[in-house]
């Protein structure tokens, strides 16, 4: 642990090491559950992979090296890297130039690395941005006029382009990062309510309008009434978890793997690992998520400045939602959102950029002081241990309230 | 609102959801485990069985007892069955299997995947039904035990002795039961997997298991003597008007078992639809008082302790005062002076118990012991039936003076054959067994020593004893041409208790063996409750010597034909 002095330049090795052991995890996983698919598609059980771990190796280049370079520095990047990001986005839909799956057109070709997927690069733009927006906007960020609707504006530009991709899972993650910068950056309790309101609204409305996704919602009650139709994935996810039991069938031993699964080594790789390693082996990714979610959430408090702290929490909104809502949608907790599980689902562009973006958190925690941005005069010597401490110190909220919403 | 609340907040939002989504992680992988899995592995996993052939049985020549043959059961998939095709499906099941036509066009309206139309039947009609060629019907190969003909339509040879087996595989009663885990071998299976489109997956999860098939026996059992057996069984128990009967015949030297014959019987081919009583075998699992028959065992105890001869004289005063009971001869006459070999010639109690008495408990005890009466044969059949002798110290004088003479002692066929073969077999007793061969193995009691009971001497005065009964006595009606000089035999005739008082219902037997001089054969036949002509006037009509010594004859007339026996 970084109980250093202000000054602290070490890298936080508790995240690095959550962050490497989830990727080889999800390298094994990955590779155990896309052997059939991939045997099938390619006619090498390796061909997914080898195209994982060579993005992921990628992704840990970008990791070492964001991780070394001082978050600030790129911070001028932000606003142009957002346009090329959502210029890409919208490139992917002209004909020709998009590769189309399952109906979506949300891909380009990659040739040897297989495909690229520009809304993943998105959310690493998009979280740049957001928080340098914020940064910039902190003083009224109260109000409606120069603040909301700002805010929403851009929210609901984005989230446009993705519906056009049709692509529900991306956008719900981007609404999480959006909305959990807005939040560490001061955003306003009530306004919170009112997007999260308006969000809903509109995803019902997004919901009626796709006959799949209100298929999904209705499925998701009973995944059991049409278990050869609509509640197929479901109950093979189900069927896949409840086989693992406690200790799992061991790995590689996976059956559901072999065609019944359908997505096994993309967005329902959860329930292979459930299959393979039992309760024991879902637990322990999930604590491995929920620590990274911790170290990320405390690399957010000490940074040293509002843009770090926004950069720091969208990142790890955006890894930990992003995996519990994938587990939630496995475990039938929440209805398919088409969410990947990060480090884990086969997806070249996002095992990258997801690592890239690992790479800003530790950034953003090694330049960080022990004591974070909101407490710079109060607590010089703060260790993340007293962090802990301090959530039952009697400290006064309006004086909390003064120095950072305002 | 501070940073740090506001991070709090969220980290709390992460935490609330990832116990809600481990609350239903533990719900599927824990609680739901075992019904998810059984689920999952009925998808995908097939396990295919791989029967193993049973064992059949052969005789002594090699004559094969059952046979394996396969029979058809007719399947029909309704859903399969276009409407326009029913009327003709329907009549032509109806024409080949005999099958009720309106029955079979219900099942074909209901549109069911699949529902039996008959089980069980020759291939001869699956090939008729398999000419007509009618949609949606299929044929199912299922093994089936055929079993020889018996005597009679409504028999097989030696039912009562081999058994059956049922449809799932199951040996019931007889050899079938008692061998059937060497008969039924090990089934194989192929265990696989499959993949969504139903192809196999061969990584690693494939495991193929060879069925072994069940051993072939070979009994010491002769088909030919056995068919004799049943039939003049059958013929005798008719004549004798009797409740049932049974025939047991041993080769002397080896205890194996030559023929063993129940009636009534019943087709083993046809045990679904036989009355479940038929099913008793009355040779091991049927407790009998032996009465005189046991004679042969007092005296040959006796003789062997020294304290008779066959010339010793004794007197017979017709009755003998025993524990504060009056004990009768079977005629109630004065017999006066007499010597042991008239007391087996004419069957007389007092004889028996006067030698019994000479020896004394003790030495008489350790006799029925010695010749096997006082436990279970251990013959290789399933369902013997024994009833414990009390212990030496606890039977009464009175029991002991009537078990002398084979009343208040209950012994099954095998026991009291066995015991009477040790004299045919020089002293020694041959423990009585049916199977000589498993697969390649041989039978170890067949191998194992004999113990020696009585000398060989003994054995031989016991003989002579046993002559006379035939040239002199009771044993007369026994008597098979050209051998008349050479064969020994014991009748005996006991009263039926039914709640502790004797009845004028009896159990009336006939043991023997012959050659005397050099025994091939000994056997033992009782009839159950016989009403012999003539008897409801003079009861002793239903002794053993009318109504089990002729069966006796004419068995052993067929072997002496059968075997080549040659007198002298």
Sequence with gaps: MSSSASTSRHPDRLLMFTTVLLCGAGLVMVTSASVAFSYTQHQSAFYYAERQAAWMAIGFAGLFLLGRVDYRKLRPLAPAGAVAAALLMLLVLVPHLGVTVNGARRWFDAGALGTFQPSELGKLAFVFFIAHWVDRNAAHLGDIRKGLVPFAAMLAGVLVLLMLERDLGTSIVIVGIFLSAYWAGGGRFRHMVLLVGGLGLAFVAVTLLEPYRFARLTNFKNPFADPLGAGFQSTQAIFGLGSGGLFGVGIGHSVEKYGWLPEAHTDFIFAIVGEETGLIGTTLIMLGFLFFAVRGYLAALRAPDRFGVCLATGITTWIAFEALMNMATVTNTLPIAGVPLPFFSYGGTAVATTLAASGVLLSVARFGSGSGFGHKNTRRDETSDSWRRDRWAPLSGARRRARVSR | ?568
């Design chain 2, 1 to 568: 609102m501070g940073a740090r609340l506001r991070i709090l907040v969220l980290l709390t939002i992460a935490a609330l959801l990832a116990g809600a989504v481990w609350t239903r992680l533990a719900y599927w992988q824990v609680f739901r485990h075992v019904q998810l899995s059984a689920q999952a592995q009925a998808q995908y996993h097939e396990l295919v069985p791989l029967p193993a052939m049973r064992g059949v049985v052969f005789d002594r020549n090699l004559t094969q007892l059952v046979v394996n043959t396969t029979v058809y059961s007719a399947f029909v998939s309704p859903d399969q069955v276009t409407a326009a095709d029913r009327d003709r499906v329907a009549s032509g099941l109806a024409s080949v299997l005999g099958v009720d036509k309106t029955k079979s066009l219900q099942t074909l309206v209901s549109g069911s995947k699949f529902a039996y139309v008959l089980r069980r039947f020759p291939k001869a009609k699956a090939d008729q039904l398999r000419a007509l060629k009618l949609p949606g019907v299929g044929l199912e190969e299922e093994t089936q035990r055929s079993y020889l003909p018996g005597i009679a339509s409504g028999s097989s040879l030696a039912a009562n002795l081999l058994g059956f087996v049922t449809y799932d595989g199951q040996g019931q009663r007889g050899i079938e039961q008692y061998y059937q885990k060497q008969l039924a071998g090990t089934a194989g299976y192929i265990s696989s997997y499959r993949d969504l489109a139903n192809r196999e997956i061969v990584l690693g999860t494939h495991t193929h298991q060879d069925p072994v098939n069940g051993s072939d026996l070979v009994l010491s059992l002769d088909a030919n003597v056995q068919y004799q057996a049943e039939q003049a069984l059958a013929d005798g128990i008719k004549y004798a008007k009797a409740e049932s009967g049974s025939v047991l015949i041993m080769d002397p030297t080896t205890g194996g078992i030559v023929a063993w014959a129940d009636y009534p019987s019943y087709n083993a081919n046809n045990f679904n639809h036989t009355d479940p009583t038929l099913f008793q075998d009355n040779v091991s699992s049927y407790m009998y008082e032996p009465g005189s028959v046991m004679k042969v065992v007092t005296l040959s105890g006796a003789i062997n302790q020294g304290v008779i001869t066959p010339d010793t004289v004794i007197n017979d005063p017709g009755y003998l005062n025993v524990g504060g009971y009056r004990i009768y001869d079977w005629d109630r006459r004065n017999h006066g002076n007499i010597n042991y070999t008239f007391v087996l010639e004419r069957s007389l109690n007092v004889g028996a118990m006067k030698a019994m008495q000479a020896e004394g408990h003790a030495a008489f005890y350790s006799y029925l012991k010695g010749f096997g009466l006082t436990q279970p044969s251990g013959i290789d059949v399933a369902g013997e039936t024994y009833v414990p002798l009390p212990s030496q110290g606890q039977m009464s004088d009175s029991q002991y003076a009537t078990t002398s003479f084979g009343q208040g002692i209950g012994v099954n066929m095998v026991q009291m054959l066995s015991a009477v073969n040790v004299v045919a077999n020089g002293g020694k007793y041959a423990p009585p067994h049916v199977v000589e061969r498993i697969g390649t193995s041989i039978n170890p009691l067949v191998l194992a020593p004999q113990r020696q009971v009585i000398t060989p001497a003994t054995a031989q005065e016991m003989t002579v004893m046993m002559e006379a009964v035939v040239q002199h006595g009771s044993g007369y009606t026994s008597r098979v041409k050209g051998f008349t000089l050479n064969q020994a035999a014991k009748t005996g005739t006991s009263q039926i208790p039914v709640n502790g008082q004797y009845t004028q219902d009896v159990w009336a037997s006939f043991v023997g063996f012959l050659p005397a001089n050099h025994p091939k054969f000994t056997m033992l036949v009782v009839v159950r409750k016989p009403h012999a002509p003539g008897s409801d006037t003079n009861w002793t009509l239903n002794d053993g010597y009318i109504t089990a010594g002729p069966i006796w004859q004419k068995i052993a007339q067929s072997i002496v034909v059968d075997w080549r026996i040659t007198p002298g």
